[in-house]
């Protein structure tokens, strides 16, 4: 954290420059990206698709000539996004003669592999799977290879073929430092609701929610009738309950931290104990309490979508991508049209804070095969096998832009008003540049403390005010021990 | 080259073994596993006790650097170390206990001549085969409390509830699948002792008019406590080890009702990448188990020592 950049701030409201600013000042750790037009939904410029998009095909080919009979191994958290390469893998070995050994595993334990693989320096693997919430614990250790040598070096990537300005900015942003790429992005997403169209007819509901009061209005007038009205996180994690919450805990006013800007005496001092953040623990929890099913409580992200699947719950709050799942009639019971409909998460007293989230594939700094995995990297997120991809597969947040503008993409994921939510989810996260606490490389520290005491609350073990008070306490510590405090 | 009489084969070896006038026999059985014993078990024990006397966060820095007693003085004085101690007793107190009593029982019926006996002993086994992480999910997927086969059924009698929602029912959820899994083995373990006592004793004591509590009481218990010490010690320090169970189950949650020492060591190892204080903690288990283990052989010398 020692290339802070120094930027406005104004002491009587000290989260004036928690947000907006931060990215800015958090600079050695998740700096802006070189492309401009950086908020939200939009590409880095504006690209020209190629004449013949497979053309980029033909120059891997080309290029991986001095590279046959490599193997490039990867490690990916398992999900429909990151599996999206897997049914190819045999035409990358056969376009280029390089061999691809993939190792695939649950998220907790992959993570957790990672930091010790790249840790390690041992070099075992070539290419990894790179969340934004990982991030910056990556780059702190040093452990991952700049990208912009390859992208720039004319004998590895045709930037034309390749459309790098095709990529959405706000993932370029999430996955650079310093103008500098580090994960070439193949999955962005956000946060939505889902909704049962026929609940809430059936109940009378014409109207969506737009703010959390409304919100629980819906919930209380549908619940039990005759599902259960609400599925969210509930269960321990960084990624768990607490990655939902703060959608909450924003929109109520509440915050992680009172500044991050390292000049004010407040720098990362936590504020979780404002009657905000207690308000809006109290409300997650009460909701889930009263609304969700029992057991909620343990529930991560794949039970909640296990139950909306199978038609147990009436609104789930999650993930963008899940809207490929809910509408693939192999997975989901609900996947009609007529039964599906999304809305964005509510409005609180502080506005709307849909949460971002992005994801690409890094070359560990200490892997053998840098070039070879990088023509690796190159056709996984090359624009026409990510588009083949989310036609053949239930797999919609590709961050390209001619992706999402493609009329067969618009007509498999453009049910109900599903693109347009996402696409206004993903426009909002990026006016407010959220969920900031993820760009601190003790994240993960942080997350797990606070999400342990937020399910206490749901748990109905502890009172919000006194979970907040000791989530205060703990993120203090973390901080305290990284060494941000100079007092 | 015959043998003479009266030279045993060992001897044989051993003057095969003699090699530039030394006898190596006692480097070949004795040093070289006590060298890879050392290897595998001293060096990384030495390496923990070293991390746990360094600050070491992954991310943050290349190698550990040397910090004292840091680790282990923010340990001692954290509420969140002491609850997972008090977890991780009641976990071993509660299992062990529930283990012992229905293995014990499930031994003297099995020692008895009943029908089907071997289908019996061949049906308790199962558990025990099943790796604990495969016997965690299997019960991650029957507890679910809206599709779980047993609030499936609880559901007819009104039971029905979210066994893993709550400290106490998430705590015992975690002791009921421990006791399923090992109860079988302390059952084989104590019928293996129970097996080797003589006939010819029990029939003694009902000639002298014992009943069968007396029995019990004065004949089984004596006899068989040298197998009850060494199936409690082996049981008191698998339990200590306690992990997949508490990672599929519940994650220490809810909250941290059910952070037991081995769980909190990994949270803060691998989670938080405090490798350090990590070390720290994954040390308490290991001095706990060492502990109780030479409680354990200490008795036993004692028992010996009254023979």
């Known amino acids: 954290m020692s290339e802070h950049r120094s930027a406005p701030r104004s002491e009587q409201n000290p989260r004036e420059v928690s947000r907006r600013e931060a990215l800015k000042l958090i600079g050695s750790t998740v700096a802006v990206a070189a492309a401009g037009g950086l908020t939200g939904y939009t590409p880095a410029r504006a690209a020209t698709a190629p004449a013949k998009p497979e053309a980029i095909f033909d120059f891997i080919a080309e290029a991986a000539k001095p590279y046959r009979g490599a193997q490039v191994t990867y490690m990916a958290v398992n999900s429909a996004q990151s599996q999206d390469v897997a049914p190819y893998l045999g035409e990358f070995e056969k376009l280029t003669g390089i061999k691809v050994r993939a190792e695939y595993g649950g998220e907790s334990e992959t993570l957790t592999k990672m930091d010790l693989e790249l840790s390690s320096g041992a070099g075992a693997y070539d290419v990894m799977h790179v969340l934004s919430q990982s991030f910056a614990r990556y780059l702190r250790g040093g452990w991952l290879a700049p990208l912009n040598p390859y992208v720039e070096n004319p004998k590895l990537t045709d930037k034309k073929l390749w459309m790098y300005d095709d990529f959405y900015a706000s993932t370029i942003k999430q996955l650079s430092s310093g103008g500098t790429l580090y994960a070439a992005p193949f999955f962005i997403a956000t946060q939505i609701m889902y909704y049962r169209k026929d609940v809430f007819a059936k109940n009378g509901i014409t109207k969506m929610p737009d703010t959390f009061d409304d919100f629980w209005k819906v919930c209380e007038a549908i619940d039990g009738k005759p599902l259960k009205a609400l599925a969210t996180r509930g269960s321990r994690g960084p990624t768990m309950n607490v990655w939902n919450w703060t959608a909450w805990l924003y929109a109520f006013g509440g915050e992680y931290f009172k500044s991050y800007d390292p000049k004010s005496p407040n720098y990362l001092r936590p504020m979780l104990d404002d009657p905000k953040s207690i308000q809006s623990a109290d409300f997650y929890a009460r909701a889930m309490q009263k609304f969700c099913p029992e057991g909620a409580v343990n529930w991560g992200w794949q039970e909640s979508s296990r139950a909306f699947k199978q038609g147990q719950v009436a609104i789930i709050q999650e993930g963008s991508p899940f809207g490929g799942q809910f509408m693939d009639p192999k997975q989901s019971q609900v996947a009609d049209e007529k039964l599906l409909g999304c809305f964005l998460i509510p409005k609180g007293p502080n506005g709307r804070h849909s949460p971002s989230a992005s994801h690409g594939w890094a070359i560990p700094k200490d892997s053998k095969k840098k070039e070879a995995a990088w023509l690796f990297i190159t056709w996984a997120t090359a624009p026409a096998r990510q588009y083949r991809s989310t036609i053949e597969q239930p797999n919609p947040m590709i961050p390209r832009d001619s992706v999402w503008k493609r009329e067969d993409y618009k007509k498999k994921y453009g049910w109900g008003n599903y693109i347009e939510t996402v696409n206004a989810g993903l426009q909002n996260a990026g006016e407010w540049d959220h969920y900031l606490p993820e760009m601190l490389p003790e994240y993960n520290d942080m997350g797990n403390e606070v999400s342990r005491l937020l399910q206490e609350v749901i748990g109905g073990q502890k009172k919000a005010d006194q979970a907040m008070k000791e989530a205060n306490e703990a993120v203090a510590a973390v901080i305290k021990q990284a060494g941000y405090y100079k007092s | ?307």
């Open chain 2, 1 to 307: 080259m015959r043998r003479p009489r009266g030279q045993s084969r060992i001897a044989v070896t051993s003057e095969r073994s003699v090699v530039f006038g030394r006898n190596l026999e006692r480097p070949l059985y004795l040093y070289i596993p006590l060298a890879v014993l050392f290897l595998i078990n001293i060096v990384p024990l030495l390496y923990t006790v070293y991390l746990s006397l360094t600050n070491w966060v992954l991310f943050r820095q290349r190698t550990p650097t040397f910090a004292g007693l840091v680790n282990w003085a923010e340990m001692l004085t954290s509420g969140r170390f002491w609850h997972s101690v008090q977890v991780e007793l009641v976990f071993v107190a509660g299992s062990v206990a529930i283990e012992f009593s229905l293995g014990f029982g499930m031994a003297l019926l099995l020692n008895r001549e009943i029908r089907l006996r071997e289908f019996f002993r061949s049906i308790f086994m199962f558990p025990m085969v099943l790796p604990p992480i495969i016997a965690a999910f299997l019960w991650r997927f029957m507890l679910q409390a809206d599709i779980g086969v047993i609030n499936y059924y609880l559901r007819f009698v009104g039971l029905n509830r979210a066994f893993l929602a709550t400290g106490p029912s998430a705590l015992a959820t975690l002791i009921l699948v421990d006791v399923w899994q090992y109860t079988p083995f302390v059952a084989l373990l104590l019928l293996a002792g129970l097996q080797h006592i003589s006939r010819e004793v029990f029939q003694a004591a009902e000639v002298d008019g014992a009943g069968p509590v007396q029995i019990f009481r004065y004949v089984t218990v004596p006899l068989m406590t040298p197998t009850i010490l060494i199936v409690l010690l082996l049981r008191i320090i698998d339990a200590l080890k306690v992990f997949p169970t508490i990672y599929v189950l519940t994650r220490g949650g809810p909250g941290i009702a059910t952070e037991a020492l081995n769980y909190l060591a990994f949270l803060m190892a691998f989670e938080q990448s405090r490798m350090g204080y990590g070390a720290a903690l994954s040390l308490v288990v290991m001095i706990l188990s060492v502990a109780i283990a030479i409680v354990f052989v200490a008795t036993r010398r004692r028992m010996a020592g009254w023979d």
